[in-house]
């Protein structure tokens, strides 16, 4: 018959509840989980991690762990606090960087970069967007009103917004070539400096922007549009079944790169032991002195004891 297992008593509770609570036993529990850091040094990671327990909380995290409505919420509320942060902010992202990493980001910026075919193919199909269509079109119809006007100050404006159909409907005959045209000059290794300076114009110039002008980038209702467009992907398994997908093969790519190296060299803790096993313990004591942790632990205690009698 098995032995019944001895309830620890409330005095147990209360010296349990006040120890975990002690300055003295946080010093010691951080001079334990340091030594342990240490003595774990050596080991490599794939020893150390069960890699197998990870992939299964990946696997099973957006079904059995994070509750899909609360996820979308928290995203939600994060991004709302974003945007208010950003309102207050005046500085633009250069000016949060040290003087060096700008001067390095603009040496890279400066680069030549060669396209590769797979840039040059995108570029192509981009070409051929009906945005860019519709682009074109207007800036040719554009260019013809203003011309007119010049030529002919009174007629040729009203001419030209009369016959403005038959004008864009005769442009847009034309348009595959141009479009052709105008892939060739993107991709034309001569012309490739011109696209690349537009481009780091325009990536100086995000950068250089104050943070709370991209607070207003968008509008209200399209706020709401995103607000609920994030509780659709929310519940849409394919989305879940992608991310999910994609998170199992980097971890098990990351896996693979660090499973060889030893936990003190990933982590440095030859000189960071006791800051990780600070935090560590600074995660570890408020679940300590939870009620139902603090009776499960002072009744393992007694049970002990019990034991060694």
Not at 68 to 93: D, F, H, N, P, Y
Not at 131 to 144: G, V
Not at 190 to 208: E, K, P, S
């Amino acid at each position: 018959m098995p032995r019944k297992r001895p309830a620890a008593s409330p005095t147990h509770d209360d010296y349990w509840s006040h120890r975990f609570g002690s300055p003295s036993f946080k010093r010691q529990l951080t001079s334990v989980v340091t030594d342990e850091l240490r003595a774990l040094a050596a080991t490599p990671v794939g020893e150390a991690v069960d890699a197998d327990l990870i992939r299964t909380l990946i696997a099973d995290w957006d079904t059995r762990v994070v509750d899909r409505e609360a996820l979308a919420e928290l995203v939600i509320g994060t991004s709302r606090r974003v945007q208010t942060r950003l309102t207050r902010r005046g500085e633009s992202l250069l000016g949060l960087l040290d003087p060096q990493l700008v001067d390095d980001l603009d040496a890279l910026l400066s680069e030549d970069i060669e396209m590769s075919p797979h840039v040059e193919a995108f570029t192509a199909n981009l070409m051929q967007q009906e945005f860019i269509r519709r682009l074109f079109t207007d800036i040719i119809y554009t260019a013809i009103v203003s011309f007119n006007q010049r030529v002919n100050p009174l007629f040729g404006a009203l001419t030209t917004r009369v016959l403005e159909e038959q004008i864009k409907h005769f442009i847009r005959l034309f348009m595959p070539a141009l479009q052709q045209q105008a892939t060739t000059f993107a991709v034309n290794k001569d012309n490739q400096r011109i696209v690349l300076d537009f481009t780091r114009a325009i990536a100086r110039r995000l950068l250089d922007e104050p943070l709370r002008h991209y607070a207003g980038m968008v509008s209200s209702g399209q706020r709401r549009q995103t607000v609920a467009l994030i509780r659709k992907a929310a519940r849409n398994p394919k989305l879940a079944a992608s991310v999910r997908k994609a998170s199992l093969a980097a971890w098990d790519d990351v896996y693979r790169l660090i499973r060889d190296k030893k936990v003190g060299e990933l982590l440095q803790l030859d000189v960071h032991a006791p800051h990780i096993a600070t935090q560590l313990v600074e995660l570890l004591l408020p679940a300590l002195r939870r009620p139902h942790i603090v009776r499960f632990l002072a009744g393992e205690m007694a049970l002990a004891t019990t034991a060694r009698r």
